[in-house]
């Protein structure tokens, strides 16, 4: 642990220029992190005083490959970003939690009462209880500690502040109370149960798996309780691109209905196979039946069973290709899955407003502006949400330009994938 004020003045100085480097990829955001940190510092200060402490991060989290594919047991794509959350932190001889986040007031929980409770569902301190809960069942310790936390993970992007924000608080506990032990996967298990018991919301575990183990994943969800989790040493930054991510500014009101449909017509595909997901139904399966199957569940359910299909075999190849290094067979792949998304599983733009699509202009803008120095997709759930792009670094600007010009400033934020999960920094 260090002291506060020794912190800062080392902040200054220069002192953690190198691990700051290394940690947020990109040498330009080396001056904002510094600042961001001795903020964070001096607000901890400000709520609690000066004192020992220590400083975690988590990440937030993109989908690379797999969309719509984990809640059919599928395999997915995931990297880690240099967008994250952190934590100064120290621990405390009382049995109680103090967190004060950015922009809020300070929520304060005792250990001795960390039940699920109904009235608190979908609330900051459930999610902070589940992951007491969840780490003392594994038969972890837990303790007190105080913490200031910021964040600049986008909210309602696609990149998972939430599993950053569990993982952070697992990180957290991983490292005052049990020597750092608790392993990235069983931190990103920890997160998933207090979203799913505790803050009521039924989550896969990608987002969890990616914010924690850091870097990008390959996970393999046909065994959910066991998933198969492959770490890729690939560096896109080495390889001269950016990851990009827009926000179109789409609205979300009434699409719940869309989103509802895409895994209710995956399983009704399923269903007619006598299985519960469509992980169990081969190719060779659907192609056969696939007569009768449209008349059953419906031309669209097919073409999303058949859009599954594919970026399931996708996402097997795009790891491969990363592994290999063949950063332009992996960029045709990212390719061939958004064209899937758009033409057969049509999560681009809902049909109940077809005068409305911002995913779509996105789309067309960046195949416009990018032709042959980039690739884009749709990023996670689709209809009125973000999209994604790599980005050849030296048009990365103007690309960024562009993409604000028509949606508002601000819209278009270049990433970095980090190497790091969850991390104590210093």
Known sequence: ???TTA???QLEKGEYDTCLRE???DEEKTAGQKARYQQGIQSYVDYFGEGEVEIYSAPGRSEIGGNHTDHQHGEVLAASINNDAIAIVKPLGEPAVKIVSE???MITLSLDNITMKEEERESTPALIKGVLAGVKQRGYKIGGFQAYITSDVLIGAGLSSSAAYETLLGTILSGLYNDGKISPIEIARIGQYAENVY???P??????????VGNLVHIDFAKPDEPKVRKIDFDFNKAGYSLCITDTKGSHADLTADYAAIPEEMKAVADFFGKKVLVEVSREQLLDQIVKVRAVAGDRAVLRALHFICENERVQKEAEALRQGKVSEFFDLVKASGDSSF?????????QDVGHQNVSIALALSDMVLEEKGVSRVHGGGFAGTVQAFVKNEIVAGYQKKMD????KGSCRVLKIRKYGGIKVF
């Open 405 to 408: 010009n028509v949606f508002g």
């Open 7 to 9: 912190i800062i003045n």
């Open 343 to 351: 033409k057969y599983l049509q999560n681009v733009y809902s049909n």
């Open 103 to 105: 922009g809020y007031d």
């Open 1 to 3: 642990m260090t002291n």
């Open 203 to 212: 989550c896969g575990l990608m987002d969890q798996m990616a914010c924690s």
């Open 199 to 201: 803050f009521g919301k």
């Open 23 to 25: 940690l947020y990829v």
